[in-house]
């Protein structure tokens, strides 16, 4: 049925929402660069002033923080 589930999708998107807003400033850019804009590391390097293993590690606790807070952990 039309509509059906559009409840669940903007609860959904609150949660996402709400994840990415509880990360750290340089993990949401590292983690908005890599994974929504579709950056590679190196780009998202260069765009915050870091070495590409300093973003790689930065994204990675990006990931996993985002991952928990997600989840309700």
Do not use: C, N
Not at 19 to 24: D, V
Request: without cysteine.
């Amino acid at each position: 049925m039309p509509g059906e589930g559009t409840e669940s999708h903007e609860d959904d998107r609150e949660v996402i929402a709400a994840a990415f807003r509880s990360l750290p400033p340089a993990q949401r850019a590292v983690l908005a660069f890599v994974d929504l804009d579709g950056l590679s590391v190196p780009e998202a390097a260069r765009l915050i002033g870091k070495s590409r293993l300093a973003t790689q590690s930065l994204l990675h606790r990006a990931r996993d923080r985002f991952r928990r807070s997600y989840r309700g952990e």
